[in-house]
């Protein structure tokens, strides 16, 4: 069994991950764009985060690392758009160049610490306590995150770039710009996902220029384990249950993982164990499928008897 301490961890790593995965929930989903710039613009927020909680400054230092991941997320979105680059490529371009400037941000360093003094999350839990701070922290963030979107997706822009996402040659028709908005829609996604990663950096006190390699699996594999959980509860999709399903699943599989590493699976395995998950998610609707039509068919089979 998972130690309760394991447990706390897993829940609170959960919540700040949530973050990117509502970002990535924004691009992949709404959007239908697979985007790779996030393992870049999840290191650019720590990045961000840490060079300004140095100079006194944690709370600003949030809202720039969510600026900076939303600049991340427009250049992206101009190689797609206006250099009609495809869209996988134009993320493993922005990425790539991301890796030099996220080193330029942290002064040519490759770890660059904080204090647990200077963390946010120290500071929180003189406020709360600290047996709390994590989990409320990052709650509360998470929370705040999902709410905006949910509220921003009902708004005519955001209907706008969920209608994008569906059927662009509709929205051009209509005379809507989908550059326009494909660039809010991707901006807005590396955005929250540049804040994970400003509140990973806060978490652990350091950022770190290789931190980000592996997110998108890990943000989808989270994903979609959170969609099965909350499709197994609800059938009427919303940005409501598609928002609560990205937090799910980042908690979810971060307890997998707490669970596999208390099992004595070494840290050079998760790679697999993710990849796994990843595949075994994915392969959710064939398999449900083949489950449907084996019972249809067994049924047959017992009228044909009978």
């Known amino acids: 069994m998972m130690s309760l301490y394991s447990m706390f961890s897993a829940i609170e790593l959960g919540l700040i991950y949530s973050l990117m995965v509502l970002g990535l929930f924004v691009s992949y989903r709404v959007l239908n764009i697979p985007d790779l710039t996030v393992d870049g613009s999840f290191t650019l927020g720590a990045a961000v985060a840490v060079v300004f909680t140095l100079n006194g400054h944690p709370v600003l230092g949030m809202f720039l690392a969510a600026a900076a991941g939303g600049v991340a997320g427009l250049t992206t979105a101009f190689l797609q758009t206006k250099m009609k680059i495809q869209p996988i490529?134009?993320?493993?371009?922005?990425?790539?160049?991301?890796?030099?400037?996220?080193?330029?941000?942290?002064?040519?360093?490759?770890?660059?610490?904080?204090?647990?003094?200077?963390?946010?999350?120290?500071?929180?839990?003189?406020?709360?306590?600290?047996?709390?701070?994590?989990?409320?922290?990052?709650?509360?963030?998470?929370?705040?995150?999902?709410?905006?979107?949910?509220?921003?997706?009902?708004?005519?822009?955001?209907?706008?770039?969920?209608?994008?996402?569906?059927?662009?040659?509709?929205?051009?028709?209509?005379?809507?710009?989908?550059?326009?908005?494909?660039?809010?829609?991707?901006?807005?996604?590396?955005?929250?996902?540049?804040?994970?990663?400003?509140?990973?950096?806060?978490?652990?006190?350091?950022?770190?220029?290789?931190?980000?390699?592996?997110?998108?699996?890990?943000?989808?594999?989270?994903?979609?384990?959170?969609?099965?959980a909350v499709d197994l509860l609800v059938k009427n999709k919303s940005i409501l249950t598609s928002a609560i399903a990205a937090i799910v699943g980042s908690v979810l599989y971060r307890l997998i993982i707490a669970q596999a590493l208390e099992m004595n699976f070494s840290a050079s395995g998760l790679k697999l164990i993710t990849a796994i998950i990843v595949a075994l998610a994915m392969s959710y609707p064939a398999i449900k499928e083949m489950i449907e039509l084996s019972k249809v068919r067994k049924a047959g089979k017992q009228n044909v008897g009978d």
Not at 112 to 133: C, M, N, R
Not at 203 to 208: M, Q, R, S
Request: aromatic share 6%; proline share 1%.
């Open 89 to 228: 490529l134009a993320g493993i371009i922005t990425m790539t160049g991301l890796y030099s400037i996220n080193l330029m941000v942290m002064d040519n360093k490759a770890n660059l610490p904080i204090t647990s003094e200077q963390s946010l999350y120290t500071a929180f839990g003189s406020l709360v306590g600290k047996d709390v701070q994590g989990v409320l922290l990052s709650g509360i963030i998470a929370a705040a995150v999902a709410v905006f979107l949910i509220i921003f997706f009902n708004t005519p822009v955001g209907l706008t770039i969920r209608a994008t996402g569906d059927n662009e040659e509709m929205v051009r028709s209509s005379s809507i710009d989908a550059h326009v908005t494909k660039s809010i829609g991707l901006a807005l996604s590396n955005a929250c996902v540049a804040l994970s990663g400003a509140m990973i950096a806060q978490y652990n006190c350091y950022a770190e220029v290789r931190m980000g390699i592996g997110m998108v699996v890990i943000g989808l594999a989270s994903l979609i384990i959170g969609e099965i």
